[in-house]
């Protein structure tokens, strides 16, 4: 993934951090080349705190502070 953007130095030009494979987006990414058929059934990533506020309020949303965490 980090080499399809160009590399570190171009992904912290972009996003100001790099890209751990803990991310949220690194996770996806190997889902998506794994796993194509449960990447293919998903709607939504959600954190598990994400998923709370969802089902309080049936928004999707996410604080800006957590995404930067995610790799999105």
């Given amino acids: ?3 399809e953007l160009g590399g570190p130095d171009k ?3 972009l996003i100001s951090t790099t890209l751990p494979v803990g991310f949220t987006a690194s996770k ?3 889902v998506m080349e ?3 058929e449960t990447y293919a059934k998903m709607g939504h990533v959600l ?3 994400d ?3 969802y089902w309080l ?3 999707f949303v996410m604080e800006a502070g957590e995404a930067s965490g995610t790799g999105f």
Avoid: D
């Fill in 1 to 3: 993934m980090i080499t």
């Fill in 34 to 36: 794994h796993e194509p």
């Fill in 28 to 30: 996806v990414r190997w």
């Fill in 57 to 59: 309020t049936g928004e």
């Fill in 51 to 53: 998923y709370l506020n």
């Fill in 11 to 13: 992904v912290w030009e």
């Fill in 47 to 49: 954190l598990p705190h």
